[in-house]
């Protein structure tokens, strides 16, 4: 979706500035989202395409207004209440007023270093098919602008590039992040030039590269 | 100060709205056994302590000392980089590039914040920030000089947008005057910026 999380190309925010001190969080609840967030995902109520979907769909002026862990904590409360985890009202008064949602897993203190280390995050599937598209081939981006998730972003699309790297076979979040289930793909990494991307005043030495699933590349 | 709002000395006073809001949540969470405090603690402990920007360091410095090592990381980083033990997620997919006279590498995450945290830990706040992920795919030499690098024309920038699964590491170039040096020593050379793109490593004072 063209939501306010597509940032890539978008102008006037200003230099990217580094913070003296560089603290990982600003808040006493930040680092209790963060580590909600991560602990949630063993429930498996959601997967991590449907919940960056949660992210992105916050309103743009939202998005770009709030800071990076609220967003994170708005996406969560999305989530909660659309798996039925919670209620609007349980979330208001933080009390509980009906009965809990099955879950896969509550991660017990013990287990976390484990978990974090299982590799349970992996992307790749078992393969089905072969790569349509080989090493040093020519492509074009299609020019698509999906409702729902996409990991395709605006400024790459309807763009030549050639394949760099064949990247194995993937999970493909335009499916999974939309509820229609893993839907493995080919992922190939691709690079294009910055004057195809931006116009020919960039330098011709310079190239972008993205992370792009078979369904986003047609033959050039 | 509002006058309408009395200062208390007491700390609790200071609590955001958010601070509040997060502390109903979690111990609805809680109540409702789907999460656990002592594994909230556990979380950002591990994060706040023990999985940073070190483990990077160390396969930084571990090729710049070991070809062999190297020629694995460039082939196949997630399998180079997990014999290390480096295995926790948002690493669980990898891609390291290796920085040159003739080419820089520059690492963003346009439409998220995807990081290699199994190697670099959590992300900063700029790489997290709209200026940066906006920038980076479009002026980044832009980028680079807002962190104070300006590149020569004659060098390539590649820019990685982490659009999947996959989280590149960049390896910054050796410093020049650290011939003989330990894998260890090295370490201590390569900072964190330098693994992202938008810094070189140390030089050895």
Redo the contacts between chains.
Sequence with gaps: MNGG???????G???????PG?A?F????E??????V???GA?EKWN?DQS?HA??TLPPADY?RFS?Y?IW?EGA?KL?LSRE??TET???????ETP??M?KA????Q???DA?????????RLETDTPAFEVGQQVSTVNDHPLGHT???R??RAKRGVIT?I??F??F?DSSGNDKGDDPRW?Y?V?FS?QE??GPGK?P?????????EPHLVRS | MSHDHPHHDDDHSH??E??I?????????V??????T???????Q???TR?GPRNGAHVVAKSWTEPDFANWLMEDATAAI?SLGY????G??M?AVANSDQTHHLVVC????CYPWSVLG?P???Y???????????D??G?LH??GIDLP??????????????RYLVIPQRPAGTDGWSAEKLASLVNRNSMIG?AFADNPS
Excluded at chain 2, 110 to 113: A, E, M, P, Q, V
């Design positions: 999380a597509d940032l890539g190309g978008m102008q925010f200003g230099p990217v500035i580094e913070e560089e990982h600003h808040a006493e609840w680092p209790r989202v963060m580590a909600m991560v602990l949630l429930t991590i960056r992210r992105e770009l990076y609220r904590a409360q909660l985890m919670v349980e979330l208001q008064s933080g009390k509980v809990p949602a879950i509550r991660l017990e203190k287990q976390v270093w974090l280390h299982s590799l349970g995050g992996a992307a790749d990991r395709l972003p400024y790459a790297k990247l194995g993937h999970v979040p992922l990494q690079k910055a991307l931006w330098n030495r310079d190239c972008v590269t993205l992370d792009l699933w | 609590l955001s958010m601070d809001r997060i502390r109903a949540l979690e111990s609805l969470l109540e409702k056994g789907y999460i656990e002592a594994a909230v603690d556990e979380v950002i591990i994060y706040e999985i997990h295995t926790s997620r948002q669980e997919h891609v346009t439409l998220c914040s959590l900063p706040t700029w997290k920030s709209p200026p940066f992920r906006s920038k980076a795919v479009i980044p030499r980028v807002d962190f024309e004659t060098t390539a920038v590649e820019v990685h947008d982490s659009t999947a699964e996959t938008t």
